[in-house]
């Protein structure tokens, strides 16, 4: 049953990306015009362009050759040694399950030479605006990411014999979106507000192909302050394995994700810690560690960020590397990155934090004058634990564990090949992500607080209503009790829209997902 379940999830995230797509509620915060990403990656926009801004051809950078830059050696021994823990933890922990690459064994391994081979490459297949992050350094605006899947080089790119040669990875360049000193053509000092400007006036554009492609990189244009020296890091989202269902285990599909900085000083991308991505094992096995991210989390301070979506989380605490496993579904388990951490305060398990913890710290943020917009229960602190993780977000309405699969301008006519270049959860947060930008345009404050990642923060609008990301048909929900106090004060506001009832998947937890009302 919980297969099955996590299967229609799965396909109610198709349905949502879809609907999104076609509502167009990226508009000014994501470039995902097909023929228009196709031209920006035949340009400077190439993988090429951007790791090796000094190369004069313009042919595609294959594989085989990025991964020779001497920028890019740290990044490849850094999977290679990801390929090799996770190979022995697999044979450790599940000895009787073979692993390797090909169909005939029970955990299929991504095969490593099409990452490193001269018959793949990376393309461009979307660029996102983040200026919602400029919370962690307002100075450089936040950030604007280009997002490249990996594809076969053997098939066909164009024509009526083209069939899609993407492969599971993406790679995504992060860059500041503005630098220090930035300077537009006349020479004047950029401004966040002048960036966010040219990104919603894009948005209203009606282009496509080269016109788009020509508009976007123009000296006016939201892409034309690219440069190199706006690189910040590079980020990895690869299925390692992925493990077909049999009569030993459901359907299961691994993602590793990996985040190397950028050293402007060794000019090589440095292995570094996920952000917030709660290093579980080591904690557990450190009680210092434990006692120190326990009290450093229960701050007030601390906790109010948590709350809002803000916070970062000491390097300390961190892991550099981690596995997403996929469909994890609606029931706690240890597939989930903050699993454990959280226990009822009679259970006898190992914990950081016990459920006492947690209401005295929700009193002790009341009395300090901390307005909390999500975590009002220890339900909703777990809940907020999982996902402000890399892994936990991309487990939350996810295709798969990707959040950006990114358009596939490759097949025959790309306009329609792709119906779903991103998630459930990246469509139901243009909405607050645009808020954001406006307000940096109109020089008013931003509101950088965002919502639970399974349930949008609509801010006050009625863009989403009725649809699957916030309240209609396959929207995640909580199942309400006729009286108000047995409803958990962190998930009452997930109702479902008229003629909807909420249909639970989880019993302990009472969330589940909107359909129709049974008669």
């Known amino acids: 049953m919980r297969f099955l379940v996590t299967i229609l999830v799965l396909f109610c995230s198709v349905l949502t990306a879809s609907a999104g797509q076609s509502a167009a509620l990226e508009r000014g915060t994501a470039i995902t015009d097909p023929l228009g990403l196709r031209e920006l990656d035949r340009g400077r926009l190439g993988l090429g362009g951007v790791v090796l801004p000094m190369r004069s051809s313009s042919t595609p950078l294959t594989n085989s050759q990025v991964f020779a830059l001497p920028s890019m050696a740290p990044v490849r021994k850094a999977l290679d040694d990801e390929f090799d823990?996770?190979?022995?933890?697999?044979?450790?922990?599940?000895?009787?399950?073979?692993?390797?690459?090909?169909?005939?064994?029970?955990?299929?391994?991504?095969?490593?030479?099409?990452?490193?081979?001269?018959?793949?490459?990376?393309?461009?297949?979307?660029?996102?605006?983040?200026?919602?992050?400029?919370?962690?350094?307002?100075?450089?605006c936040g950030e604007i990411r280009l997002i490249y899947r990996l594809?076969?080089?053997?098939?066909?790119?164009?024509?009526?014999?083209?069939?899609?040669?993407?492969?599971?990875?993406?790679?995504?360049?992060?860059?500041?979106?503005?630098?220090?000193?930035?300077?537009?053509?006349?020479?004047v000092k950029i401004t966040c507000a002048e960036i966010a400007r040219r990104w919603l006036a894009f948005g209203e554009l009606t282009l496509t192909g080269v016109?788009?492609?020509?508009?976007?990189?123009?000296?006016?244009?939201?892409?034309?302050?690219?440069?190199p020296e706006n690189i910040d890091r590079i980020e990895t989202n690869l299925q390692i394995a992925h493990a077909p269902k049999s009569a030993v285990r459901d359907f299961r599909t691994d993602y590793l994700l990996k985040v190397f900085d950028y050293s402007a000083?060794?000019?090589?991308?440095?292995?570094?810690p996920l952000e917030n991505q709660i290093d579980r094992e080591r904690i557990f096995a450190d009680e210092a560690l434990k006692r120190d991210f326990k009290a450093w989390l229960l701050d007030s301070g601390h906790f109010g960020e948590l709350d809002r979506g803000t916070i970062l989380v000491p390097k300390k605490f961190l892991a550099r590397g981690a596995i997403a496993?996929?469909?994890?579904?609606?029931?706690?388990?240890?597939?989930?990155?903050?699993?454990?951490?959280?226990?009822?305060?009679?259970?006898k398990a190992d914990t950081v934090f016990r459920e006492s913890d947690v209401v005295e710290a929700l009193k002790r943020a009341a009395d300090a004058g901390v307005t909390l917009q999500n975590i009002r229960s220890p339900a909703g602190f777990e809940r907020?634990?999982?996902?402000?993780?890399?892994?936990?977000?991309?487990?939350?309405?996810?295709?798969?564990?990707?959040?950006?699969?990114?358009?596939?301008?490759?097949?025959?006519?790309p306009d329609n090949s792709t119906v779903v270049p991103a998630s459930p959860h990246f469509f139901g947060d243009q909405i607050r992500r645009r808020d954001i930008l406006t307000s940096t345009r109109d020089g008013t404050d931003p509101d950088y607080s965002r919502g639970f990642s399974g349930r949008p923060q609509v801010r006050g609008g009625t863009e989403l209503a009725g649809t699957e990301y916030e309240d209609g048909w396959g929207a995640l929900c909580y199942q309400q009790k006729p009286d108000a106090k047995d409803n958990d004060a962190s998930f009452r506001?997930?109702?479902?829209?008229?003629?909807?009832?909420?249909?639970?998947?989880?019993?302990?937890?009472?969330?589940?997902m909107c359909f129709v009302r049974d008669r």
């Open 85 to 140: 823990r996770y190979i022995a933890r697999h044979k450790a922990t599940l000895p009787n399950e073979t692993i390797g690459v090909g169909t005939s064994f029970d955990f299929q391994l991504f095969d490593r030479k099409l990452l490193y081979s001269r018959d793949s490459r990376f393309v461009l297949t979307g660029i996102v605006n983040r200026m919602d992050r400029a919370y962690l350094s307002e100075a450089n």
């Open 151 to 187: 594809i076969r080089t053997s098939a066909p790119e164009t024509g009526e014999n083209a069939i899609s040669p993407r492969l599971p990875m993406t790679l995504n360049v992060v860059l500041k979106a503005r630098t220090d000193n930035a300077i537009d053509g006349s020479g």
């Open 211 to 227: 016109e788009l492609a020509q508009k976007l990189t123009s000296k006016d244009g939201p892409l034309g302050l690219i440069r």
């Open 265 to 272: 000083q060794s000019g090589t991308f440095e292995e570094a």
């Open 325 to 347: 496993a996929t469909p994890v579904g609606f029931t706690a388990s240890d597939l989930q990155p903050a699993f454990g951490l959280l226990r009822a305060d009679d259970a």
């Open 384 to 413: 907020r634990l999982n996902d402000m993780s890399c892994s936990g977000c991309h487990q939350t309405r996810g295709i798969g564990g990707f959040h950006f699969p990114g358009v596939d301008w490759m097949a025959a006519k």
């Open 493 to 512: 506001s997930w109702s479902c829209a008229e003629g909807l009832a909420c249909q639970v998947v989880d019993k302990a937890s009472r969330t589940g």
